[in-house]
């Protein structure tokens, strides 16, 4: 049995999730924005003593690591380094597109093999995040940030269907609501819970990151704004 820790912060939503192999042991969620850093640890916490598991049990810790918010991508991988050294545990990453994807396609069992997936984040103005998948989860095309128009997936649609789900297909909607080949998928939103399975692959290959060096892939330059404390520039 593999014990692995989740943690998704890459977004609004704080969330973790504790697996047994395949498994949804015990999770928490908060959909309050900037509470990762008063409530990460306090659900870690809340997890274990609800399971009656000890940290020491652990097989690895699991982080989502991007794109998504900077400041959350970095709260969250924080305490997922923390937690590996002072456990002496593996670290494994999931792209939170990716694991988004895995998530659709649980909700939708169903899913016709020619429909295509397309996870989306909020990037600001009319730019996303977002990544193509089959419904087996193969790449179609790997996360990107890039500014939507109503031709942007023209060539993609031809004879498939697109999935459109996540908080950037809201400012996309207008653009492609009268297009026939593409869907929604309202109210879905990344959670630790869809790490499990992608999460599980990577430990059984010892797919691991160096916790000395991993950093969230953040996909585009940070850039920080004007202070608006007098004196400060």
Request: aromatic residues 10%; contains cysteine.
């Amino acid at each position: 049995m593999s014990l692995i820790l989740h943690i998704e912060t890459a977004t609004s939503i704080c969330s973790v999730a504790l697996s047994e192999d395949h498994k949804l042991v015990a999770w928490r969620e908060t959909r309050n924005p900037n509470s990762h850093s008063e409530l990460l640890t306090v659900f870690i916490e809340e997890i274990f003593s609800e399971t009656g598991k000890n940290l020491n049990e652990l097989d690895g810790v699991c982080v989502s690591k991007g794109p998504g918010s900077y400041t959350g991508l970095r709260i969250g991988v924080s305490v997922a380094k923390g937690l590996c050294y002072a456990l002496n545990k593996p670290l494994i990453s999931v792209g939170t597109l990716t694991a988004m994807a895995y998530g659709a396609a649980e909700q939708l069992p169903d899913l016709d093999a020619s429909t295509l997936l397309c996870p989306m984040l909020d990037a600001r103005r009319m730019e996303v995040y977002y990544a193509i998948y089959s419904h087996k989860m193969d790449v179609i095309h790997s996360p990107a940030a890039e500014i939507m128009h109503e031709n942007f997936f023209a060539d993609l649609t031809e004879g498939k269907q697109l999935l459109l789900f996540g908080d950037g297909m809201e400012k996309c909607k207008p653009l492609f609501e009268k297009n026939r080949e593409i869907h929604f998928l309202d109210h879905f939103l990344p959670s630790a819970k869809y790490m499990i399975i992608p999460a599980l692959q990577k430990f059984k290959n010892h797919d691991f990151e160096d916790v000395a060096y991993f950093e969230p892939f953040y996909l585009k330059d940070f850039i920080a704004g004007k202070p608006h404390v007098k004196g400060l520039k």
